[in-house]
């Protein structure tokens, strides 16, 4: 499968569109539209997204590109120059994830507006992003998991075969993919029934941390804090601990969005704390 799109774009050899770059920008792109359409649903004008966003998606894309780096340092430290070649690969979903919400915490804080409010919007688009984005790992043929010996469970989506090792491997990205699919539905669902703010910050962080934590063990290519302790898993568990305290702060009313007045409600319309 080629990797690219377009090859020696404008005439430059080597300047490649790679289709990764194109499914990540379409997900990215598809994930803001529905958090907007959210939020105006709940009375806020889409700027609120569209100015998150402009904050988020390099700072995101900085994190998640730091996160790999460090922990494939072993090989970054023999070519410093590497560490800047994103377009070689090695960008890490969970540094993305950390830091989209350290900005969300920053952009809250300055423009005084709710931040489990503001996470409930962005989760469910969160979730989307790497719904679509995971299939970027199928052209490029990485995340994969054990390699499948057996010819009789050699076959898509449960397995997929890789071209530069000729082995079936499992598909572990789609796993994911279709995990957080269902996933997706269930926050959608639970959205249009919950009031308190909170809840999809919740199912995001338990539910995806669920999932990520049992796929992991069995990628063959995951990144390593010490051998036999995978960094994703050890991330996975921390997020489910946030996500339950979170869970337990709603529940008991220590977490509770106060009345937000500012430039982002939509005209004529009012929003209470819950």
Not at 30 to 55: E, P, S, T
Not at 72 to 100: H, K, M, P
Not at 166 to 184: C, D, M, R, V
Not at 228 to 250: D, P, T
């Amino acid at each position: 499968m080629d990797r690219f799109i377009i090859h020696n774009l404008f005439g430059i050899e080597g300047f490649n569109i790679a289709w990764y770059g194109v499914i990540i920008g379409f997900g990215m792109i598809l994930a803001a539209c529905v958090a907007a359409w959210r939020a105006q649903k709940a009375g806020y004008k889409a700027d609120l997204i569209i100015d998150f966003v402009l904050f988020a998606v390099p700072i995101a894309i900085i994190c998640a590109r730091t996160y790999y780096v460090i922990f494939e340092w072993e090989y970054y430290s023999q070519d410093l120059s590497q560490v800047f070649n994103i377009r070689g690969g090695g960008l890490a979903i969970y540094g993305g994830v950390i830091g989209g919400i350290a900005t969300a915490v920053v952009f809250c804080r300055v423009q005084k507006f709710p931040l489990l409010r503001l996470m409930d919007f962005a989760m469910p688009s969160l979730l989307l992003g790497q719904i679509i984005g995971r299939w970027g790992n199928f052209v490029n043929q990485e995340a994969f998991g054990n390699v499948i010996t057996n010819p009789d469970l050699q076959f898509f989506p449960y397995g997929v075969f890789i071209d530069d090792l000729q082995e079936w491997h499992q598909a572990t990205f789609f796993y994911e993919s279709a995990s957080n699919l269902i996933l997706f539905i269930i926050m959608m669902i639970v959205a249009r029934r919950v009031k308190k703010d909170g809840w999809m910050t919740v199912l995001y962080l338990v539910g995806y941390g669920a999932i990520r934590c049992f796929i992991e063990g069995l990628r063959a290519d995951s990144l390593y804090l010490i051998p036999g302790v995978r960094v994703s898993q050890l991330l996975s568990a921390v997020l489910i601990g946030i996500g339950l305290g979170i869970a337990w702060g709603i529940h008991s009313g220590r977490l509770r969005s106060k009345t937000y007045k500012g430039k982002y409600l939509s005209d004529n319309v009012q929003q209470d704390g819950e």
